[in-house]
């Protein structure tokens, strides 16, 4: 990526190890890809894409407007579950959210830029996976991706009130 004629910006980043929930299985897409296209009738603004996994992770980021971006920004998404985002997906899709550039670009996105923002979140996955409850949410999710589905936004919503108190006291908490 980088700057293209019109005097406009275009990457298109992309995971290079995209999940495969069962090999040779083709996968039954359960996430809508998330696109804002906030270029004007001039030709200035920018368009987003996210496209998800079918477990939730963002597989790539494709920018592409007027407004110069930090590229290591976009780089930091993919690989990055979509819960991260602030709620980013159903608030885009409810119209609460009109313009996904400047909400990513909010004071509480900071801390997803922040170099060690990845160290922080291995550090949690490694703290609570141990846990008695998430040990069989692990276990159902396994169990029920075997089919190639991956989990829904919904089924993560169902699971998540599978979590014991002390679980989520512990992720607020750190």
Request: aromatic share 12%; hydrophobic share 35%; glycine share 8%.
């Amino acid at each position: 990526g980088g700057k293209v004629p019109g005097n406009y910006w275009f990457f298109d980043i992309f995971t290079t190890n995209p999940l495969k929930i069962r090999p040779g299985v083709e996968e039954i897409k359960n996430r809508n890809d998330l696109l804002c296209d906030n270029i004007n009738d001039e030709g200035k603004g920018t368009l987003i894409k996210f496209t998800f996994n079918n477990i939730g992770l963002i597989d790539s980021v494709t920018y592409y407007g007027t407004e110069e971006i930090i590229v290591q920004s976009l780089w930091s998404f993919v690989g990055l579950h979509e819960n991260y985002l602030n709620m980013l997906t159903s608030r885009f899709e409810n119209g609460i959210i009109k313009n996904v550039v400047e909400f990513l670009s909010e004071n509480w996105a900071m801390a997803l830029y922040h170099e060690w923002f990845g160290d922080f979140c291995l550090r949690m996955r490694q703290g609570i996976q141990e846990t008695p409850d998430m040990q069989e949410i692990l276990k159902k999710v396994f169990d029920e991706s075997q089919n190639g589905e991956g989990v829904s936004r919904d089924r993560m919503n169902q699971l998540k009130k599978m979590m014991d108190k002390e679980t989520i006291k512990e992720i607020e908490n750190e």
